[in-house]
């Protein structure tokens, strides 16, 4: 009998504070992934990349942090987002990853991706649009439902004081979306 095929996620967090919401997020998925067969989850560090620069484009050649970075775009199935929100948009970490990886050639293309978002005031929402816009030239698909916005800061708590989600239904809503991510990437790898 055939072995059931992995759907493989990169997890990017466009926060590089390690006690962010959007960091527990992204633990919270890791381990929620555990229970989706599968699927399996690895966080991207984005934190090293050099900000963008095409100085640093030697023969073709990027620097070794962006080449490692830009192998582990490609060589996976889709991606998870968590995009903190900073004045309206998303942050200047994340947009300094997509643009690397968007390199030519653009290791992004043609596949699927989920975001998810937590934070103040709306959640993350206005940074998710722009995200979503971004995706639009990347050719990257995101995944319209279930959207994934929470409020970090309404009552009942969501996460401690490490960042860690701890709110099981926001951990159900959480699951939701990493089932349709998987859903969605299947129908995409068929070409339904």
């Not at 279930?146 to 239904?169: H, S, T, Y």
Request: charged letters at 20%.
């Amino acid at each position: 009998m055939a072995a059931k095929p992995i759907i493989k996620v990169v997890a990017i967090c466009g926060s590089l504070r390690k006690a962010s919401t959007n960091h527990g997020l992204l633990r919270s998925a890791i381990e929620l992934s555990e229970s989706i067969e599968g699927m399996s989850i690895e966080h991207v560090d984005i934190s090293p990349l050099p900000m963008l620069n095409t100085d640093l484009e030697v023969d073709g050649k990027y620097p070794p942090v962006v080449e490692d970075f830009r192998r582990k775009i490609l060589e996976s199935d889709c991606f998870l987002f968590a995009s903190p929100e900073y004045n309206y948009s998303i942050t200047a970490p994340l947009k300094n990853a997509l643009d690397w990886a968007s390199r030519p050639p653009n290791v992004w293309a043609n596949k699927p991706a989920a975001i998810v978002s937590a934070g103040g005031g709306f959640g993350g929402g206005r940074s998710q649009y722009h995200l979503r816009q971004i995706g639009v030239f990347l050719d990257l698909h995101f995944i319209n439902k279930p959207e994934f916005v929470v409020n970090a800061f309404q009552p009942p708590p969501k996460f401690n004081n490490d960042g860690d989600l701890i709110d099981p239904a926001t951990k159900v809503r959480l699951k939701d979306v990493l089932l349709s991510l998987k859903a969605f990437a299947l129908r995409l790898q068929q070409g339904n």
